[in-house]
């Protein structure tokens, strides 16, 4: 008899979740943290701290990133060389012309990723777009944790079910 009730090969499928930034209305935190949920698998009953159980997310629409109050102006990212006098900021406002939202959104779930050996790994899972165009369209199995299956957005659609159809018999 097996000791290991439950965890099975199945368990540890990493799904694809869509998560379209504008139309989610949350501010950068938020998301952020929420994102890092998902890359982590801490929304998985089979969650271990020591195995990389995630799965993958795909934001979308990275221009429309929300902040709250004068972040965009007084938050800064500091980069440095180790080398003497190379310390250099630049605001967000400025990252965001420069590199793009993707880049301040993944820069937030970095921070908020644990800082080991897995944080570039599960990191690395999570795909960042400007527009709301992406590659990934085949592999997206949920949308904003919803089903993905059926979503008009997606340009998917389910066929009516024809037995389940109201019948009118007079």
């Known amino acids: 008899m097996s000791l290991n009730v439950g965890i099975t090969k199945t368990a540890y499928i990493r799904s694809w979740h869509l998560v379209n930034v504008p139309l989610s209305g949350q501010p950068l935190g938020r998301m952020a943290s929420r994102i890092s949920l998902i890359l982590q698998g801490k929304h998985k009953p089979t969650w271990n701290p020591s195995t990389d159980c995630g799965?993958?997310?795909?934001?979308?629409?990275?221009?429309?990133?929300?902040?709250?109050?004068?972040?965009?102006?007084?938050?800064?990212?500091?980069?440095?060389?180790?080398?003497?006098?190379s310390l250099k900021s630049m605001s967000m406002d400025k990252l965001i012309t420069k590199w793009g939202g993707g880049e301040v959104l993944k820069r937030a779930v970095k921070g908020m990723l644990p800082k080991n050996r897995l944080r570039d790994i599960r990191l690395a899972r999570l795909k960042v777009f400007e527009g709301m165009a992406h590659p990934y369209k085949k592999n997206v199995v949920r949308f904003n944790d919803q089903r993905?299956?059926?979503?008009?957005?997606?340009?998917?659609?389910?066929?009516?079910?024809?037995?389940?159809?109201?019948?009118?018999?007079?």
């Open 55 to 85: 799965d993958y997310i795909v934001a979308i629409g990275c221009h429309g990133l929300h902040t709250t109050g004068r972040k965009r102006e007084q938050k800064l990212y500091y980069t440095h060389t180790t080398r003497p006098g």
């Open 148 to 170: 993905a299956l059926g979503d008009p957005a997606l340009g998917q659609t389910v066929a009516p079910n024809k037995t389940n159809a109201p019948t009118t018999s007079a």
